[in-house]
Structures are given as C-alpha cells and as structure tokens.
Nanobody, 120 residues
C-alpha cells in the first residue's frame, strides 16, 4: 500500500525556518487535495494548511503570514515552508492527502509524522 513519507523536521531556534516535504512512497496516478496538520503534546490534531490540485490554499489563522504551503503536481509532492517559527509551533507535523493509485478510487492517507521543535 502506498504511504506518505515526510521529511524536513528538526530542532530550530525561535525566529528560524524549516521546510517540510511529503511525497508518496511509490507510484500513484494522481494526488488530489494535500495538506499539513500538527499535534502538540496534550492537544488535538489541528489543521495547519491545505492546497488543492489547482493551487487553492487554506491556512490556520495561527500560521497565516508565516507558513506557505505549495505543491509539485508532477512529483505529487507537497511542501510547507515555515518561517518566523515560535515555540508554540512545536508539534508533530503530519502530511495528509487524497491519493489515487492505478487501481481503485482515491483514498485519504496520513503520513507517519515528523517532529518540529522550536526552542532556544
């Protein structure tokens, strides 16, 4: 079964930047809506940003103006550029996407998550 593989997390100081990437683990026909969610310790998973195949974006109010979501349809890859990071951005970041393989209808898939820690 195709999975989503995230990369780019790590430890960064407040005010710093990180770029997350997420791509399918194998060949697929097409990726539809793609997005990023995050879950901080003791909190529920929350939406960070989403992007449609045609490029329409949606952001959580807490990240507007600091984070930018983008995608490369040729690579079925989604990115999250995170600037001006704050300690409250610390969380596990999860990629999510509607993926259509070469057989069957699209399925909603979650990645395994990548840790982002913002601390001095």
């Amino acid at each position: 079964q195709v999975q989503l593989v995230e990369s780019g997390g790590g430890l960064v100081q407040p005010g710093g930047s990180l770029r997350l990437s997420c791509a399918p683990s194998g060949s697929i026909f097409r990726a539809y809506a793609m997005g990023w969610y995050r879950q901080a310790p003791g909190k529920q998973r929350e939406l960070v940003a989403t992007v449609t195949r045609t490029g329409s974006t949606n952001y959580a109010d807490s990240v507007k103006g600091r984070f930018t979501i983008s995608r490369d349809n040729a690579k079925n890859t989604v990115y999250l550029q995170m600037n001006s990071l704050k300690p409250e951005d610390t969380a596990v970041y999860y990629c999510n996407a509607d993926l259509q393989t070469w057989v069957g209808p699209p399925n909603n898939i979650w990645g395994q998550g990548t840790q982002v820690t913002v601390s001095s």
